[in-house]
């Protein structure tokens, strides 16, 4: 999977707990998104970086937060879960400038109970 | 709004005969288009994009996809399906003149079932 790997692989936990998914890459890839699937709408992008400290919201931003202090290292936050954050959630690197696909990581199944 | 559309939810193929995957596109001007496949329990894997240039793109194990600017698609073929081609086969455009990180839209997946 690229040299990305994502911690914890599972996790359940419960409705209002903060939880910290992690993103760790060693490609010195610039660009880390990350997104939610579920099923019947694709996957959808949550937050990205553009580098250390540059971050910027995606399309369901709202209840996460992200964090990146390395290069190799994107943090999404959920900082009170809710059931409708039971998801399964990749990361995603790319190099940009001209290469624009992405590369993903194996994912991590969250369940809010 | 941009978007990506994958009309069938699910394609049913017989070992040995084409496949095709739909895929139509909604952006203005000149996408940038992508294939990846989605195996059980994994990430997404890159199969293949069109930026510019044929409009036939090759990819990985056998995979093609055929850039159609005037019906804005790009359908995903193969002209030999095997089992392990079953997957979760997801489309995505990058729209032109987004300068930032490359954002990807994609469609909601279209499942392949090869039966032997």
């Known amino acids: 999977d690229a040299g990305i790997t994502q911690s914890p692989r599972h996790k359940v936990t419960e409705t209002g707990t903060p939880v910290t998914l992690r993103c760790h890459q060693t490609e010195n890839h610039r660009y880390m998104y990350w997104y939610r699937q579920d099923p019947g709408h694709g996957l959808r992008l949550i937050h990205y970086s553009y580098g250390v400290k540059d971050t910027d919201k995606g399309e369901v931003s709202d209840g996460y937060s992200v964090s990146r202090s390395k290069t190799e290292d994107f943090l999404l936050t959920l900082e009170s879960a809710t059931s409708s954050q039971t998801s399964v959630y990749f990361c995603?690197?790319?190099?940009?400038?001209?290469?624009?696909?992405?590369?993903f990581g194996p994912g991590t199944r969250l369940t809010v109970t | 709004a941009q978007s990506v559309a994958q009309p069938e939810d699910q394609v049913n193929v017989a070992e040995g005969n084409p496949l095709t995957v739909k895929c139509t596109y909604s952006?203005?001007?000149?996408?940038?288009l992508f294939w990846y496949v989605q195996y059980p329990n994994r990430g997404l894997q890159f199969l293949l994009k069109?930026?510019?240039?044929?409009?036939l793109v090759k990819g990985s194990y056998g995979f093609e996809a055929e850039f159609n600017k005037s019906q804005t698609s790009f359908h995903l073929k193969k002209p030999s399906a095997l089992v392990s081609d079953s997957a979760l086969y997801f489309c995505a455009v990058r729209p032109p003149g987004d300068s930032s990180a490359s954002k990807i839209i994609f469609g909601s997946g279209t499942r392949l079932s090869i039966r032997p």
């Open positions: 069109y930026i510019t240039g044929d409009n």
């Open positions: 952006v203005s001007g000149n996408p940038y």
């Open positions: 995603a690197i790319s190099p940009g400038q001209t290469t624009y696909e992405q590369y």
